[in-house]
Nanobody, 120 residues
Framework: QVQLVESGGGLVQPGGSLRLSCAAS????????MGWYRQAPGKPRELVAT???????NYADSVKGRFTISRDNAKNTVYLQMNVLKPEDTAVYYC?????WGLGNTRDYWGQGTQVTVSS
């Protein structure tokens, strides 16, 4: 099992910045990827950014150049630095990790979600 604890959400004005953190514990040795998704009211959950255990990153087009995902393997923590925030970035942000173990067993885990609101 993997447990995830998120922090860092809040209210920020357009153009501002926030940093989200997600600390993983439990069977962390099997984690192959960590990432962030978000869900705005009335919309489906969407990928924001991911980073693999090898450091490869992937971003949604809507956040490229503004958001940066990073991973501290020593702390088992993934971060999302969000700059130049826009009202359309308002959503609940969820941490996600993918764990692979044994003979191809795969499972993903979700954090509890943290609210990000961009408004003047």
């Amino acid at each position: 099992q993997v447990q995830l604890v998120e922090s860092g959400g809040g209210l920020v004005q357009p153009g501002g910045s926030l940093r989200l953190s997600c600390a993983a514990s439990g069977s962390i040795g099997d984690i192959v990827a960590m990432g962030w998704y978000r869900q705005a009211p009335g919309k489906p959950r969407e990928l924001v950014a991911t980073v693999t255990s090898g450091g490869r990153t992937n971003y949604a087009d809507s956040v490229k150049g503004r958001f940066t995902i990073s991973r501290d393997n020593a702390k088992n923590t993934v971060y999302l630095q969000m700059n130049v925030l826009k009202p359309e970035d308002t959503a609940v942000y969820y941490c996600n990790v993918i764990r692979v173990w044994g003979l191809g067993n795969t499972r993903d885990y979700w954090g509890q979600g943290t609210q990000v609101t961009v408004s003047s």
